[in-house]
């Protein structure tokens, strides 16, 4: 029997298992990739109202990343939830020297949906430093207009790093959901119906599912297409704000 890849996931603890790491794991499971997880905060929190947030320290989150990395052999890293863009940055050099040649997809968690709590913190020109060693960046439509829209009014895409905007927050109440990938090759539009509610954790779910597409070994565009299908899957799962993951 072959071993399944191997993603890590860097994120926050949701005692509610909506969100963050626990969300992301399940993510992997169902997608049959075995999933890791290293904590960059605990939270306190339930599906529908956020308290507080503890951070991890930088130097904790290494030991943890590299005891994992020399057993296993890790081939997408995902990173969430992080108090600003410096201990981002810091993360995202100390993986690529350790694991040089894997993907990197980073969801720019700003803040939790439940509340005006703030996770990336005042965003300055630090946060688009970022964009050039990663492989892949997930904001939502919302995070993706505070980010970069700006930078769009030029007729050439302007970065070298790939963008997935995930457009659940638009067009509330029309049939469809259009997401949108940025390439430095093209613009492409994932489109998919609107299926149920809102849901908690699906940002989580969304960058997580590409990260296990990628290490099952698809090109991008298809990783996103499938991790699209599985997060329309994952909202029309249940009536309430917790979704449940289909383990085929």
């Given at each position: 029997m072959n071993e399944r890849p191997y993603v890590l996931t860097i994120g926050g603890f949701d005692p509610s298992g909506g969100a963050g790491v626990l969300a992301d794991i399940k993510t992997m499971e169902a997608l049959n990739v075995q999933g890791l997880a290293v904590l960059s905060a605990r939270t306190i929190q339930t599906e529908d109202k956020f308290y507080d947030c503890l951070w991890e320290r930088v130097s904790q989150i290494f030991s943890a990343v590299k005891i994992l990395a020399e057993r296993y052999p890790i081939?997408?890293?995902?990173?969430?939830?992080?108090?600003?863009?410096?201990?981002?940055?810091?993360?995202?050099?100390?993986?690529?020297?350790l694991l040089p040649n894997v993907p990197l997809v980073i969801d720019p968690v700003m803040r939790p949906s439940t509340s005006d709590y703030s996770f990336i913190g005042t965003v300055t020109a630090n946060f688009l430093k970022l964009l050039t060693p990663i492989?892949?960046?997930?904001?939502?439509?919302?995070?993706?207009?505070?980010?970069?829209?700006?930078l769009f009014h030029r007729d050439e895409y302007p970065f070298t790093t790939n963008i997935l905007v995930t457009g659940g927050h638009d067009g509330i109440g029309t049939p469809y959901?259009?997401?949108?990938?940025?390439?430095p090759q093209g613009k492409y539009e994932l489109q998919a119906p609107r299926l149920g509610g809102a849901k908690h954790g699906t940002?989580?779910?969304?960058?997580?599912?590409?990260?296990?597409?990628?290490?099952?070994?698809?090109k991008l565009l298809e990783a996103c297409?499938?991790?699209?299908?599985?997060?329309?899957?994952?909202?029309?799962?249940?009536?309430?704000?917790l979704g449940r993951h289909s383990f085929n």
């Open positions: 081939q997408v890293v995902k990173i969430g939830i992080m108090p600003s863009a410096v201990p981002l940055m810091r993360i995202i050099r100390y993986l690529h020297e492989d892949l960046l997930t904001p939502n439509s919302i995070e993706f207009r505070t980010l970069f829209q700006p959901v259009t997401d949108v990938l940025y390439t940002g989580c779910v969304y960058s997580s599912a590409v990260a296990s597409y990628l290490a099952l070994g698809l297409q499938r991790a699209q299908a599985y997060v329309a899957q994952y909202i029309a799962s249940s009536p309430t704000l």
